[in-house]
């Protein structure tokens, strides 16, 4: 497994958590460590970690986001999903946010403020990471630095994988409205994790929320890991699950990932259903990951 050097990395501690951050690539959360056991509960992809200054262009959005892919927890804005244009400006896949390298404003053992602008949309953004206990929080600020209203995409595109993840887990939400993306086929239960290599793949929107929450227990971990957020701004969730379900490019088989995704939009949303900030606006976001025991 490739792992970014100690140079390109902040970390963050509590008792229970070890929090690993790329600052020179999205703002990532590369690792989500359990300090009990080891277990990191985030998904590596096959290739890893990367430096992205070393990965050519590949000529196409989506190959060159996946390309720099290395699993973990990313931001999506000001885009999500496929590319699409803008007032004659091209938002990539998944946007440009996990792509550029952001600052670091601030550091301490248990927490980090990174920053950045973005160039194909007018926003400032700010991460606020806190590990306490068997919390990590993070709250972020997209802010309109322009005259003129800006329709924003936003997903925390946060991803799990094995060890922690195995066909013994188990998933719950709050979500009352489970609905396949466009393609897929339709969820029987949620709860059901599939093994890897089942030859599956969902995609599904989460909608319905008051109290917005996922979580997966993992039997085999010893622990669970849940995700909540505040439904001001990411009113609903991304479901994305890939168990050897697609045998070409990019994953040849080889993923075996759950992904929990708190989302502004939908899915299958378009520029009509994009929430727009308003001129010289702001949102703020609050995510909580935390650890459970069973």
């Not at 600052?23 to 096959?46: E, Q």
């Amino acid at each position: 497994m490739a792992v970014p050097p100690p140079d390109a990395t902040l970390v963050l501690r509590s008792p229970q958590l070890e929090v690993v951050l790329l600052p020179g690539k999205g703002a990532d959360v590369y690792s989500v460590i359990d300090r009990a056991s080891g277990i990191d509960v985030l998904f590596r992809s096959p290739w890893g970690w990367r430096d992205p200054a070393t990965v050519p262009p590949m000529g196409d959005s989506q190959a060159d986001w996946l390309a720099r892919y290395p699993g973990g927890w990313q931001l999506l804005v000001p885009n999500a999903g496929p590319e699409r244009e803008y007032d004659g400006v091209l938002r990539g896949f998944h946007g440009e946010a996990a792509l550029i390298a952001w600052n670091v404003d601030e550091h301490t053992a248990g927490t980090a403020r990174l920053s950045a602008d973005l160039t194909t949309a007018p926003l400032h953004l700010e991460r606020d990471f806190v590990a306490d206990g068997p919390d990590l929080t993070v709250v972020t600020l997209i802010r309109n630095t322009s005259p003129r209203p800006v329709p924003v995409m936003c997903v925390e595109h946060a991803a799990f994988g094995a060890p922690f993840l195995d066909a013994r887990c188990r998933l719950d939400t709050s979500a009352r409205r489970i609905a396949a993306a466009a393609g897929y086929d339709e969820i029987v239960d949620i709860a059901v994790v599939p093994p890897a290599g089942a030859q599956r793949s969902v995609f599904a929107g989460l909608s319905g929320f008051d109290d917005a929450w996922v979580s997966i227990a993992s039997p085999s971990a010893g622990f669970g890991i849940r995700m909540a957020w505040d439904t001001t701004t990411l009113r609903h969730a991304w479901l994305w699950e890939e168990a050897g379900g697609v045998l070409g490019y990019p994953w040849f088989g080889r993923a075996y990932v759950a992904g929990v995704e708190p989302a502004n939009v939908l899915p299958d949303d378009g520029p009509a259903e994009t929430p727009v900030l308003g001129a010289y606006q702001e949102w703020r976001t609050r995510v909580t990951l935390s650890r459970f025991e069973l």
